[in-house]
């Protein structure tokens, strides 16, 4: 990236070329995720008067010895008064160099499914670690599942160092132990740093206390960490998100397919399919708006025009004629379940959504559930109770147009919805489809 | 594999933005049954329609636009409104608090602190039971308010328009789950990633209007809290608050009994922007009458329905 590209603090509506980076906390309840979000912020001076005025106020009421950074983010009166964080926080930031999108998550085991929230769209994991506690059995959770979401940067942060006498044995053994770990799991990218986040030791500033440690700080470290590249094949994927037919006389045979690229390259001219009937056609124009398009890419919000007029609607998918995604009626996916009201088992019926399609699935199987201390799969389970982890089969009433989703996020990925209360209690990642 | 095509460029940030806000309305548009878009006139409300404008282009917007009216506007913002709205051609419909009062369904405050907001809570809700609305495009950004920011894209109200907290359902990816249960809406919030500066980069890069309250102007003022009010018809002053000419912006666009205003020059929107991006002080601390009472306010008014 070249330096013109950069944000000008002197001109805040100059050109402004910078990228969003979205990162996830993860990691056991208590280990300072909150605190060490509230100490990048506060020490990188993107917090404001009044709201430090607010938290030193709450941490007054309350008793505390120390302004409790944790409160930037931890915003609920429940979340205060019991001192853990329950639901995601999104917090925005910016440096010269990245903007970037802060999802502090709970550690709490029994709000996984907001850790999973936060998670799904994140591009890099901040893992915490308590340097007291050690890696613990969700610490190990929460990497598997920002793994499983895609997640391949990690950045493992053991922090209050300042409780163990900033020795550096304690950090080298426990980045060792997660590294091992991680690297089981088929990820390469952990970049682990000793903090405190209390004290504010290598978050923003280097650290007198830890001079072993070579650096950067960990803001340095996520200002040029590698933006994820989600796993995306090139094969172009366009959902149908809605039909627009202009009832205007300017427009009147107008009729344009919108939605949100999902992966590939959709090009004016293109030869194209139309999922579920594998119809053929052509790209005719590409709309946004007040112009036309010669292409379009992800993340995109469009209006496709085709050269044929075909049955096409919500749910259709228009895709790449020579390297179309599975027309599947059966899918196997891994599963992490969230329902506290019942578990997943063989022969439920549940709610897909997929993409811009809803349909209706059986549970075929449940073939497999994790372990997550050991990350074997236990063959015999039969069923997935609340935060579980599992494989899945599921026979689907529509076919769906899928890609595995290490392929591809945006066609791989479902949620389950259940139709007794019509909330969502499982998030689905496609392994395969026939 | 046979396509090869290289990874295409990430968007910048404003574009990325802009596809997510238009995704986001596409999907309740598709989903819900009669969704409907709150319109205030204030900025963030301005960009949503653009967005919604954007989201069905060639077509009209397929959904009304509602102005929950407490009666004590700035008159700029309503000329803005109605201006607006005639252009894109889209069905207005103002739910007026003045009714609610009127019948009987809220009672007015009193005292020269009365003011009108609370009492929008009300008159909201049953415009939404009136008109059999399911879905509510609002303009909040999580950025604003710490209980926004623990908010989800697609927001559940049950019949009472309660928000409760602590049991949110889980949102993954960009999968919005529009399933609702009896009684229940949805608040769908477009914007819900954007910061204000990016707000304002927007209303810049796609030469939107906005109303002149958002630019430096003679208007009399006085001091309450520490903070500049407009004077009106609508709000009685203490003894001690005499008025007094200044030059003045406002940040937000509210009721004008509880939106303060601040001293400024800014007459351009770069100007605008270059004391926004350098302000110590968020847009609610420095603008709302309303926040300030106690921890969790906000908290407590979105508990009870409030957008
Ligand atoms: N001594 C010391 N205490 C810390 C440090 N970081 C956090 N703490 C304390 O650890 C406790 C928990 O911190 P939080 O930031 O709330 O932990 P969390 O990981 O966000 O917890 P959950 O969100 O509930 O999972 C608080 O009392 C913090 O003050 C640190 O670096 N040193
Ligand atoms: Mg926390």
């Known amino acids: ?434 | 594999m046979t396509t090869t095509a290289t990874r295409p460029a990430a968007l910048d940030t404003l574009s990325w933005l802009e596809a997510e806000g238009i995704h986001i309305i596409r999907e309740v548009a598709a989903e819900l049954e009669r969704p409907c878009l709150l319109f205030s006139g204030g900025k963030d409300s301005i960009v949503m329609l653009r967005l919604a404008e954007k989201a069905f282009w060639p077509a009209r917007i397929p959904f009304p636009v509602m102005h929950v009216d407490t009666g004590h506007n700035f008159p700029e913002a309503i000329d803005f409104r109605d201006r607006r709205v005639a252009e894109l051609d889209v069905e207005l419909i103002v739910a007026s608090v003045q009714d609610s009062i009127d019948q009987g369904r809220v009672v007015e405050e009193t005292g020269p602190r009365a003011s009108r907001n609370r009492l929008q809570t009300v008159t909201l809700l049953d415009a939404v039971l009136a008109h059999d609305f399911d879905a509510l495009f609002g303009g909040a950004r999580r950025d604003e308010e710490k209980a926004r920011a623990k908010e989800r894209i697609f927001s559940f109200r049950d019949a009472f328009g309660q928000w409760d907290p602590s049991n949110q359902r889980p949102e993954l990816w960009n999968l919005y789950n529009g399933k609702l249960t009896r009684g229940e809406h949805i608040r769908a919030f477009p914007l819900s990633n954007w910061t204000e500066l990016d707000v304002w980069q927007y209303i810049k890069r796609e030469d939107l209007e906005i109303p002149s309250i958002y630019f430096a102007h003679d208007r009399p003022m006085f001091k309450r809290d520490g903070m500049l009010f407009p004077v009106s018809e609508f709000v009685p002053r203490l003894p001690g608050e005499d008025p007094f000419d200044a030059r003045v912006r406002f940040r937000t666009v509210g009721d004008m009994t509880c939106t303060a205003g601040v001293l400024s020059e800014a007459e351009t929107l770069e100007a605008v922007v270059a004391e926004i991006a350098a302000t110590r002080i968020t847009e609610r601390g420095e603008t709302r009458a309303d926040d300030r009472f106690s921890e969790a306010a906000m908290e407590d008014r979105k508990r009870e329905g409030y957008f």
């Open chain 1, 1 to 434: 990236m070249t330096t013109a590209s950069l944000a000008d603090p002197l001109d805040p509506l100059g050109p402004d070329q910078r990228t969003l980076l979205r990162l996830a906390t993860a990691g056991s309840v208590d280990d300072g995720k909150s605190t060490l979000i509230g100490r990048l912020l506060f020490d990188s001076k993107q917090t404001f008067i009044d709201q430090m005025e607010a938290i030193e106020r709450s941490s007054r009421t309350r008793g505390e010895d120390d302004v409790n950074l944790a409160y930037l983010t931890d915003g609920l009166r429940s979340e205060r008064e019991q001192g853990i964080t329950i639901d995601v926080a999104y917090r925005y930031f910016s440096t010269p160099r990245r903007k970037f999108i802060l999802a502090d998550t709970p550690g709490h085991v029994q709000y996984t499914r907001n850790m999973v929230t936060g998670a799904s769209t994140a591009d890099a994991a901040l893992l915490l670690v308590d340097a007291r506690r050690g890696v613990l059995e969700q610490t190990r959770r929460h990497a598997y599942l920002s793994n499983l979401l895609g997640i391949r940067h990690f950045v493992l942060c053991v922090n209050k160092m300042d409780l163990v006498d900033w020795d550096r044995p304690v950090f080298d053994a426990i980045s060792e132990e997660l590294t091992r770990f991680a690297g089981r799991m088929g990820v390469t990218d952990v970049q682990a740093i000793p903090i405190s986040a209390k004290l504010g030791d290598w978050v923003v500033e280097p650290s007198q206390n830890m001079s072993w440690y070579p650096g950067p700080p960990l803001l340095e470290l996520l200002e040029t960490l590698e933006a994820s590249d989600p796993p995306q094949h090139h094969a172009s994927r366009f959902p149908v998100q809605y039909v627009v037919r202009p009832l205007r006389e300017a427009y009147h045979d107008y009729r344009g397919y919108a939605g949100t690229m999902a992966s590939g390259v959709l090009r004016v001219g293109d030869r194209v399919k139309v999922m579920p009937s594998g119809a053929e056609t052509t790209v005719a124009g590409i709309d946004a708006f007040d112009h036309e398009l010669a292409e379009a890419t992800p993340p995109m919000a469009v209006t496709v025009r085709l050269t044929d007029q075909l049955d096409i609607r919500r749910g259709s998918m228009i895709v790449a004629a020579d390297h179309p995604p599975i027309a599947a009626s059966s899918i196997d996916a891994h599963v992490c379940w969230m329902s506290e009201r019942v578990p997943l088992r063989e022969r439920d019926r549940l709610v897909v959504k997929h993409t811009t399609q809803t349909t209706r699935a059986l549970v075929e199987e449940v073939g497999a559930r994790l372990d997550v201390n050991t990350l074997e799969y236990d063959l015999t389970a039969s069923q997935l109770s609340l935060n579980e982890i599992g494989r899945v089969r599921l026979r689907l009433m529509a076919p769906l147009s899928v890609d595995p989703y290490d392929e591809s996020r945006e066609t791989g990925a479902f949620i389950l919805i259940d139709e007794a209360t019509s909330a969502t209690v499982g998030a689905g990642m496609i392994t395969a489809g026939e």
